[in-house]
């Protein structure tokens, strides 16, 4: 007689009444072992009762409702890749013609590009237009902003003296700017902890 009793998954096995090269021996040491023959007459109890249980197919509709419930994460490339898939056309002629059109929109961008890098003086005197134009709107923004922050009255006045007085209100107006990041940044945590 073994010394050592089945295992759990060795018990499974006789339980389902496989057959094979190990069973012979297990059957041999049920036959001698009293706590094993327990252990499996308990389990051929539970296994002949869940046999006898109805069979039932489900709804056709089971899987749909499980898996809406169920939530797949699925990775970036394999979304970028359906994505990118929807919008190629499903014909042939479509395929064609976009395919055409990407072409032309691709050499009409190389084209331009090289254009602009052929002539460097154009391209210089886009972007220092550019510029200008983005200084003095927000030199415009920042004197309508003192202006209705100070009244009209009082940016005159700091413009009529001086650059002592300018440095003093863009300091001024530095510190309010800054005060308000601030506390629309304070309001902005308080209101997420009070949603979570």
Same mark, same amino acid.
């Given at each position: ?5 089945? /295992? ?7 339980? $389902?009444? $496989? ?6 021996? /297990? ?5 001698? #072992?009293?706590? #094993?023959?327990?252990?499996? &007459?308990?389990?051929?109890? +539970? ?16 899987? &749909? ?10 990775? =970036?490339?394999?979304? /970028? ?14 395929? +064609? ?17 090289? =254009?602009?890098?052929?002539?460097? &003086? ?9 510029? &200008? ?36 209100? *863009?300091? +001024?107006?530095? +510190?309010? *700017? ?19």
């Amino acid at each position: 007689m073994n010394h050592r009793h089945l /295992l759990p998954n060795e018990i499974d096995l006789l339980v $389902d009444g $496989d057959a094979g090269f190990g069973v012979g021996p /297990l059957r041999a040491h049920l036959a001698e #072992c009293d706590d #094993c023959r327990a252990r499996y &007459d308990e389990l051929r109890i +539970v296994a002949d009762a869940l046999e006898s249980l109805p069979h039932h197919t489900p709804s056709l509709r089971f899987s &749909d409702s499980v898996m809406a419930k169920v939530q797949v994460i699925e990775p =970036w490339h394999v979304a /970028l890749t359906e994505s990118a898939t929807r919008l190629v056309p499903a014909s042939t002629p479509m395929r +064609v013609l976009a395919g055409v059109g990407a072409g032309v929109a691709a050499v009409t961008i190389s084209g331009s590009a090289a =254009w602009l890098a052929f002539r460097g &003086d154009l391209a210089g005197f886009v972007f220092n237009l550019f510029v &200008d134009r983005t200084r003095d709107s927000i030199v415009a923004g920042a004197s309508e902003v003192a202006a209705s922050a100070l009244g009209a009255d009082a940016t005159a006045t700091l413009a009529s003296g001086g650059p002592a007085m300018a440095v003093l209100s *863009a300091g +001024v107006l530095a +510190v309010t *700017a800054v005060g308000a990041v601030f506390a629309f940044r304070r309001l902005a945590a308080t209101a997420r902890a009070t949603r979570e």
